[in-house]
């Protein structure tokens, strides 16, 4: 699947500001409303746009502690109940396969430690096969961003917009 100059740029703009509107949008792709339409609803057919959700400020929101957690499996076998717990899990923001000592790191998102504790111990732990997990706690964070670097063309006339997401 290649992307073209119109899709790069739809993709850039829907990055940095989602609620653009359709005319705003056609504006600067130089097309009409109904073309810049289409041209995104081909982008979410073909799954390169996944959805459309508000960026919220986690800490404004009471989400006040942000981790990582490294697991390791005793086995492959345990590898589907692992991954389906993890689905079920809205403290877990994100989950990546690893190569090297962990096979899984996670951010965790929750309002304390005490939240913290339980995810790790009730819902992460209380699995069968998980040999080890090893926990880091962010303490501050300078910079997270759901912006895509998409290359020379997609970062051409783009810079400094979007600061604050």
């Not at 508000?54 to 929101?61: F, G, K, N, Q, W």
């Not at 403290?91 to 996670?106: P, R, S």
């Not at 020379?152 to 979007?162: I, L, N, V």
Request: with cysteine; aromatic share 4%.
């Amino acid at each position: 699947m290649s992307l073209d100059e119109v899709d790069y740029k739809v993709l850039q703009h829907l990055m940095r500001q989602g609620r653009m509107t359709w005319s705003d949008l056609a504006t600067i792709l130089q097309l009409s409303a109904p073309a810049t339409a289409d041209r995104v609803r081909r982008l979410e057919e073909r799954g390169v746009i996944t959805a459309y959700a508000a960026l919220v400020d986690a800490e404004l929101a009471g989400c006040n502690l942000t981790a990582f957690i490294a697991v390791t499996l005793e086995r492959p076998e345990h590898r589907a109940a692992f991954l389906e717990r993890v689905q079920q899990l809205a403290e877990v923001q994100e989950c990546h396969h690893m190569t090297g000592d962990d096979d899984y790191w996670l951010k965790v998102r929750c309002r304390h430690t005490k939240d913290l504790e339980r995810l790790i111990s009730n819902d992460l732990k209380a699995l069968p096969g998980i040999l080890r997990t090893r926990t880091t706690i962010v303490l501050s964070t300078v910079k997270e961003t759901p912006i895509l670097p998409m290359g020379a063309r997609a970062g051409e006339g783009m810079k400094g917009e979007g600061a604050g997401l």
